[in-house]
């Protein structure tokens, strides 16, 4: 978890642009206290969290 003075990285699992758009204008925000990183399925999550930790997961519950 981000300790005070870092910043809260949050991936992003979702396969709609404008989903994607708005969680990024409301965490901007919160000036810069949040990281977003996106991935638009299943498998490229997978492959995120193999090479990064995140202090928190966003995921679409209905995704092709």
């Known amino acids: 978890m981000a300790s005070a003075g870092e ?3 949050i991936l992003l699992v979702d396969d709609e642009p404008v989903v994607v758009g708005l969680l990024s204008r409301v965490l ?3 000036d810069g ?3 977003l990183e996106v991935a638009h399925g299943a ?3 997978i492959e995120r969290l193999e090479a990064a930790r995140f202090d928190a997961v966003v995921t679409d519950l209905d995704m092709p």
Do not use: D, I, L, N
Request: charged share 40%; hydrophobic share 25%; aromatic share 8%.
């Open 33 to 35: 206290v949040f990281e």
């Open 28 to 30: 901007e925000k919160h």
């Open 7 to 9: 910043r809260c990285r």
């Open 43 to 45: 498998q490229q999550a």
